[in-house]
T-cell receptor, first 113, second 106 residues
Framework: DTGVSQDPRHKITKRGQNVTFRCDPISEHNRLYWYRQTLGQGPEFLTY????????KSRLLSDRFSAERPKGSFSTLEIQRTEQGDSAMYLC???????????FGQGTRLTVV | GIQVEQSPPDLILQEGANSTLRCNFS?????LQWFHQNPWGQLINLFYIPSGTKQNGRLSATTVATERYSLLYISSSQTTDSGVYFCALAFNKFYFGSGTKLNVKP
């Protein structure tokens, strides 16, 4: 297994466009997490899934953000009508189960111009 | 809510020196992890350590769950140790500290 994989690694988009990121967790990991990180800050929680069920969403996840994990495998994070403030590194992680060791992907760096 | 505090926020070392990074947390530990963020932004697992002491080469970590803190020791530091170190507490999701930025000078 090659670990958590995120695609794309970099994305530059114009303000107002929609973007979608993909995360492939480690196989057989039931938990999948999305975090966002801006320069000089620690990662901020966005949402997490237990299999296909989205169990919690942060208040940071406005109406423009949506995440899915169909069939409990890969996950997508979509941002609609992007704003400059959405520019950040988006990190995905997976763990076997609740409170077990988590592994992070390489991240997707989003720049909104 | 759950609070995770790391200290110091910044640390500058001469190559070969030793250092101790601290992580204080406000709640009981289900899982505590230490990460090193590489220059490309990926979080690399260092330790999964809800309690006790672990060692991996020049790095070791100790978590004292009853006193709600964890320590990361780096011995004989190298320039490749530079970067940001995060601790994260698991309570359904992961709560991150703000990190310690380490700069090891040759």
């Amino acid at each position: 297994d090659t670990g958590v994989s995120q695609d794309p690694r970099h994305k530059i988009t114009k303000r107002g466009q929609n973007v979608t990121f993909r995360c492939d967790p480690i196989s057989e990991h039931n938990r999948l997490y999305w975090y966002r990180q801006t320069l000089g800050q620690g990662p901020e929680f966005l949402t997490y899934f237990q299999n296909e069920a989205q169990l919690e969403k942060s208040r940071l996840l406005s109406d423009r953000f949506s995440a899915e994990r169909p069939k409990g495998s890969f996950s997508t994070l979509e941002i609609q009508r992007t704003e400059q403030g959405d520019s950040a590194m988006y990190l995905c992680a997976s763990s076997l189960d609740q409170n077990t060791e988590a592994f992070f992907g390489q991240g997707t760096r989003l720049t909104v111009v | 809510g759950i609070q995770v505090e790391q200290s110091p926020p910044d640390l500058i070392l001469q190559e070969g020196a030793n250092s101790t990074l601290r992580c204080n947390f406000s709640d009981s530990v289900n899982n505590l992890q230490w990460f090193h963020q590489n220059p490309w932004g990926q979080l690399i697992n260092l330790f999964y350590i809800p309690s006790g002491t672990k060692q991996n080469g020049r790095l070791s970590a100790t978590t004292v769950a009853t006193e709600r803190y964890s320590l990361l020791y780096i011995s004989s530091s190298q320039t490749t140790d530079s970067g940001v170190y995060f601790c994260a507490l698991a309570f359904n999701k992961f709560y991150f500290g703000s990190g310690t930025k380490l700069n090891v000078k040759p």
